[in-house]
Nanobody, 120 residues
Framework: QVQLVESGGGSVKAGGSLSLSCEAS????????MGWYRQAPGKQRELVAD???????NYADSVKGRFTISRDNALNMVYLQANSLKPEDTAVYYC??????????????WGKGTLVTVSS
C-alpha cells in the first residue's frame, strides 16, 4: 500500500506565508510526478503545482511568482512554499503523486488534505 501524508497548513493573514510538506511511503518502485492540488468550498479541485522526477515544473497561473514547489526524490517528499498568500488561496490542499509499485502498476495517489485559511 502507498500512503501520502501532508503536514503544514493552518491559518495565516493575507500577505503571510505557509509551508506544506508531503511524504510518500509504502511499497514504492518509482514516483513519476508529485504535486499539490487544492479545493475551495463550492469549487472543483484544481492543480496548484506539480513537479516530475526530472525537475520539470508546472504552476497554476494564479500562484506563479508566489508559490514554489520542490521535491526530494531520495526522501519521497514534495514541498510547497506559499508566499504572499491571498484570501482566495483558502482551500484544502491535497498532495498527489503518480507512483509505480512495480514495473507495470502505476496509478494516482492522494493525501487526505490539509486546510489552508487566509484571512484578510
Amino acid at each position: 500500500q502507498v500512503q501520502l501524508v501532508e503536514s503544514g497548513g493552518g491559518s495565516v493573514k493575507a500577505g503571510g506565508s505557509l509551508s506544506l510538506s508531503c511524504e510518500a511511503s509504502g511499497i514504492i518502485f518509482s514516483i513519476i510526478s508529485m504535486g499539490w492540488y487544492r479545493q475551495a468550498p463550492g469549487k472543483q479541485r484544481e492543480l496548484v503545482a506539480d513537479i516530475n522526477r526530472g525537475g520539470g515544473i508546472n504552476y497554476a497561473d494564479s500562484v506563479k511568482g508566489r508559490f514554489t514547489i520542490s521535491r526530494d526524490n531520495a526522501l519521497n517528499m514534495v514541498y510547497l512554499q506559499a508566499n504572499s498568500l491571498k484570501p482566495e488561496d483558502t482551500a484544502v490542499y491535497y498532495c498527489n503523486a503518480y507512483i509505480y509499485t512495480d514495473l507495470t502498476n502505476g496509478m494516482d495517489y492522494w493525501g487526505k488534505g490539509t486546510l489552508v485559511t487566509v484571512s484578510s
